[in-house]
């Protein structure tokens, strides 16, 4: 594996956050179905406003279910690469060092924006923080049907802000 320099890094680690927002937040809204495609699985650990849940197929759950229509603002966001070495799986384990890409890292984001719970325009919008840890998608290059999502949620903690 060559070393990646930390403005490599960086580039693919926005890109990565900015993809990442940029569907995630809108799927919330409009494409509840899709919101569990969005989870690292088994392993995601997701509290909202500090409620454990326990994947990402019952965050769709509660979605689609439960919650009304929502529209989020994303006011701004912000990344950091935690670990440029991410032990990405495969089916037969984990890459080798050699077997390694650029996209083998684990990235922090930090969103923050407002939300409005209900379709009416008039009702208050409240503050909110959200920050994931996105981790590589070991299925994103799979040859076998549509292209899969690069990036994957392992980590989520959401909060209203009072």
């Not at 989870?39 to 279910?65: C, H, K, M, R």
């Not at 701004?76 to 060092?97: A, E, H, M, R």
Request: net charge neutral.
């Amino acid at each position: 594996m060559t070393a990646r320099s930390e403005d490599v890094l960086t580039r693919v680690s926005t890109d990565a956050a900015t993809e990442f927002v940029q569907s995630f937040y809108p799927a919330l809204q409009s494409n509840r179905a899709a919101i569990a495609s969005f989870y690292s699985q088994p392993t995601s650990t997701i509290l909202f406003n500090g409620n454990a849940v326990a994947d990402g197929n019952a965050v769709q759950e509660i979605f689609v279910n439960q919650m009304p229509p929502a529209h989020y603002e994303v006011q701004s966001f912000d990344c950091q690469v935690i670990n440029p070495t991410y032990p990405t799986p495969t089916t037969s384990g984990v890459k080798l060092p050699n077997q390694t890409t650029v996209k083998d890292m684990s990235i922090l984001v930090a969103v923050s924006g407002y939300v409005r719970f209900g379709e009416s325009r008039d009702l208050p919008q409240r503050g909110f923080s959200e920050t994931f840890i996105l981790v590589p998608n070991p299925t994103a290059d799979a040859p076998k049907g549509k292209r899969r999502r690069e990036w994957l949620i392992q980590t989520q903690t959401f909060r209203l802000v009072v």
